[in-house]
T-cell receptor, first 112, second 115 residues
Framework: KAGVTQTPRYLIKTRGQQVTLSCSPISGHRSVSWYQQTPGQGLQFLFEYFSETQRNKGNFPGRFSGRQFSNSRSEMNVSTLELGDSALYLCASSLDGPGEQFFGPGTRLTVL | DQQVKQNSPSLSVQEGRISILNCDYT??????FLWYKKYPAEGPTFLIS?????DKNEDGRFTVFLNKSAKHLSLHIVPSQPGDSAVYFC??????????????FGTGTRLAVRP
């Protein structure tokens, strides 16, 4: 069974631009969560989608948004990029409900 | 407000000895706890979990202990191996609540196992 995949793996953008990251969950998994990892901050929860609906949201500004498609694939978008948005963005999937989540390799975003 | 805390940013252990990683939490609604291991340039990998109805869960060399009254959990690795060198994250969730599938992570502890 293929794992969680994320594209692209690396991305360089400049301040003010917007970016879209993609995540394909493990087949059969309906829950997709997004996390931001920065040095010293651990993994910060962004949001979770289940059956195309945002079920939970972390404490991030509205510049961070996401969506989920009918095949459970998910995208997250960050608009008006700031230097502080430079981070590793991780996607995780699970069957349903809280518990073990399977993570993708992440997308390393650098904002210049 | 850091609801899950890993106060030791790093730990160094001799190969073959025990590694003990600690984690504290403040939210009494948390009832499910997990440990993840992360290598550079990879996503976190699930290691072991424990429900709040238990105080111990064991899987091979890995054992997690939960002390609910102290809001403290620990991960024991015995014996430690050089391949265990990685960053370990503690995570918690409130199952059965309306919070959905949200994990709250600690800031991680970097474990180095010396040959």
């Amino acid at each position: 069974k293929a794992g969680v995949t994320q594209t692209p793996r690396y991305l360089i953008k400049t301040r003010g631009q917007q970016v879209t990251l993609s995540c394909s969950p493990i087949s059969g998994h309906r829950s997709v969560s997004w996390y931001q990892q920065t040095p010293g901050q651990g993994l910060q929860f962004l949001f979770e989608y289940f059956s195309e609906t945002q079920r939970n949201k972390g404490n991030f500004p509205g510049r961070f948004s996401g969506r989920q498609f009918s095949n459970s694939r998910s995208e997250m978008n960050v608009s008006t990029l700031e230097l502080g948005d430079s981070a590793l963005y991780l996607c995780a999937s699970s069957l349903d409900g809280p518990g073990e989540q399977f993570f993708g390799p992440g997308t390393r975003l650098t904002v210049l | 407000d850091q609801q899950v805390k890993q106060n030791s940013p790093s730990l160094s252990v001799q190969e073959g000895r025990i590694s003990i990683l600690n984690c504290d939490y403040t939210n009494s609604m948390f009832d499910y706890f997990l440990w993840y291991k992360k290598y550079p340039a990879e996503g976190p990998t699930f290691l072991i979990s424990i429900s709040s109805i238990k105080d111990k869960n064991e899987d091979g060399r890995f054992t997690v202990f939960l002390n609910k009254s102290a809001k403290h959990l620990s991960l024991h690795i015995v014996p430690s191996q050089p391949g265990d060198s990685a960053v370990y994250f503690c995570a918690a969730s409130a199952r059965g609540k309306s919070s959905g599938d949200k994990l709250t992570f600690g800031t991680g502890t970097r474990l180095a196992v010396r040959p």
